[in-house]
């Protein structure tokens, strides 16, 4: 009876007026009020769950992360991975309006990805039906950035169904960019090579020359640094470098940030000049401001940290520039020669003195860990208030950390990447100077075309400045601010990526 009562009460069935008076009867009720428990419970939920709940969120699922794009879609981008470098490459496209549609087996991931904004889909990477899914006869290009065995296998599966698509892959290992060309690559990027190369060409030292960052047809873009040379503590107006040599001051670095200057510039003792010029401009003004104490300074050794590909690939570069140097590596066993090593942790104040701490014009940090870039950042900048700290980021969002640290000078694996990346898909050449720093191109926009560039006030809106002018062919250095810029020319700009961006909006370009 009380088991009666309990499940009568506790299912909200109630008694009723016609109910079991025998205990058999009651019994009876019983039976009928726990299989009802269990159905109402148990199997309804599952059946709707089941047939109609999970049929609904898998539809929903498949629309935010479809396993197959639709037939209409053309000229889109397929990536294989998603990376730092990937990650970057996609807000380019966003900018540019790419269509673009990453691959990932994880449905989960793909679904964040999506909430995030991503265009994602569904699929193996080394499955030819997902590339036939992702309309690979439509698509634009494919872009190839895990590591090379798997770049390898992408690009053999692509070339099956695709013979002629542009593949993009990159190359961690020296050695397999022939194994990556022959599976299909159309280009293989090797990116540590790029990143050393990089930070060895901003690097105080050599022949103290000015030091070519990079070229745009004949447009030659270089650093130098103004420390000990008579042009510290002067306006940019009085410098005369532009009547004098031909080349002018597109920008300057202090302490790692990048100012557009301007004629009341001043020129501090720290202060590192970018140039832009002829090959000819820059070596007249080499003859001159080339033979300061700077040199006395930097004929000792700069300091690597870090003797991995890109430590390795930056002691090359210096070797071609004959600079002294010395690679504090921890594990002496990926050293084949030992000259010019210091094997120890850098954050060991004996083996920075063994590296000439106290006398080393810069230190690079190349480790592939940005914490521990951040921390030995901390440590060499309060030895050595006034050395020259070059430092590699993985993140982008530890760019500015390395910077706070005092880093002078901060390359982001992932910005070069993406920009690496993003100038041959689009057939561009947006060359990256340093994180934060291109130099580019554009047709004169008809908003421009006639007018004088001293009144085009494209400085002023963009952040921007143009640093030469080619037309006809021709590339015009340094062009006069009062001569009205031709209607089918093209400018060469150097500005952040932002200032990039407000260009392109700005102009509708």
């Known amino acids: 009876t009380g088991v009666y009562w309990t499940l009568t009460v506790m299912t909200t069935l109630g008694f009723g007026d016609i109910t079991f008076q025998t205990d058999i009867g009651r019994l009876f009720s019983i039976m009928v009020l726990l299989s009802g428990v269990v159905f109402l419970l148990t199997l309804l939920p599952f059946t709707f769950i089941k047939f109609f709940y999970a049929p609904w969120i898998e539809a929903e699922s498949k629309k935010r992360a479809p396993r197959e794009l639709s037939p209409e879609i053309r000229d889109h981008i397929i990536i294989t991975s998603y990376n730092p470098v990937t990650k970057s490459l996609i807000e380019k496209l966003n900018t540019h309006g790419n269509n673009y549609v990453v691959i990932l087996n994880d449905i989960k991931r793909a679904l964040e990805l999506h909430d995030e904004g991503i265009e994602a889909a569904i699929g193996d990477i080394d499955d030819p039906e997902t590339y036939r899914k992702m309309r690979i006869d439509k698509a634009s290009s494919v872009i190839a950035t895990s590591t090379d065995e798997i770049n390898t296998n992408i690009a053999f599966t692509v070339r099956e169904l695709n013979e002629q698509i542009p593949i993009i892959t990159t190359a961690d290992s020296p050695h397999s960019e022939d194994i990556l060309q022959m599976a299909g690559s159309t280009k293989v990027l090797k990116l540590y090579d790029m990143l050393g190369r990089s930070l060895a060409n901003w690097t105080v030292g050599g022949d103290c020359s000015s030091t070519i960052i990079s070229r745009f047809d004949n447009l030659i873009i270089a650093q130098f640094p103004a420390f000990g040379t008579p042009l510290v503590g002067k ?34 003792n720290n202060s590192v000049l970018v140039l832009a010029g002829s090959e000819e401009n820059l070596k007249a003004y080499d003859v001159v401001y080339s033979f300061y104490h700077v040199c006395r300074v930097t004929v000792n050794p700069v300091i690597i940290i870090g003797g991995g590909r890109v430590g390795r690939t930056i002691a090359d570069r210096f070797r071609e520039r004959n600079m002294n140097y010395l690679i504090v590596e921890k594990n002496p066993r990926i050293v084949q020669e030992k000259e010019q090593y210091v094997f120890g942790d850098a954050a060991d104040i004996s083996i920075l003195q063994k590296a000439w701490i106290d006398n080393a014009p810069a230190a690079l940090l190349t480790t592939h860990n940005d914490d521990m870039n951040i921390y030995l950042t901390k440590y060499l900048r309060s030895l050595r208030p006034d050395i020259q700290i070059l430092s590699r980021a993985n993140l982008e969002r530890n760019v500015s950390t390395l910077h706070r640290a005092g880093a002078d000078f901060v390359m982001s694996y992932s910005s070069l990447g993406s920009n690496a990346i993003f100038n041959f898909i689009k057939n561009e050449e947006t060359l990256m100077l340093a994180e934060g720093l291109n130099i580019f191109r554009v047709k004169t926009p008809q908003a421009l075309a006639g007018k004088k560039l001293a009144k085009s006030k494209i400085r002023e809106t963009t952040g921007c400045s143009v640093v030469a002018v080619k037309v006809d062919g021709v590339m015009k250095f340094n062009p006069d601010p009062w001569i009205p810029i031709q209607e089918n020319s093209e400018l060469i700009l150097i500005g952040s990526y932002a200032g990039e961006k407000q260009m392109l909006e700005s102009y509708k370009l």
């Open 235 to 268: 306006l940019l107006e009085e410098t005369g470098l532009r009547e004098d040599f031909g080349i002018s001051v597109v920008g300057i670095w202090e302490r790692g940030q990048f100012k557009t200057p301007n004629p009341l510039s001043k020129i501090e």
